[in-house]
């Protein structure tokens, strides 16, 4: 995953040029595009285009990427680490199962 991340701290997969958090200049950044999921709440009525049930969640991106909202068909839990695809921009994100032995 692209984006920006400012001396500040702030990250954003957004390419615009300057911080929202603090207006100076950003740099280009890249992470992994793994997350651990923040929050998930599951929606009866997703938006056209979905199908039900469909869950919103917040991803941490990488540890120390940006937050930003996915959606999944998965069931996922607080804690979770989810792959991040970027259907651009709408972020779709798939739980990611546990490696075999």
Not at 80 to 98: A, H, N, R, S, W
Request: glycine fraction near 10%; aromatic fraction near 4%.
């Amino acid at each position: 995953m692209k984006g920006k991340k400012c001396k500040c701290g702030y990250a954003t997969p957004a390419r615009k040029p300057r911080c929202p958090r603090c207006g100076k200049v950003a740099s280009d950044a890249e992470w992994k595009d793994v997350g651990k999921v923040l929050s998930a709440a599951k929606l009866r009525k997703p938006p056209t285009g979905f199908e039900a049930p469909m869950t919103l969640t917040v991803v941490e991106v990488d540890g120390k990427g940006p937050k930003v909202t996915c959606w999944t068909e998965d069931d996922v839990a607080v804690g979770d680490t989810v792959v991040i695809v970027d259907m651009g921009g709408t972020y779709i994100c798939e739980k990611q199962l546990p490696k075999a032995k």
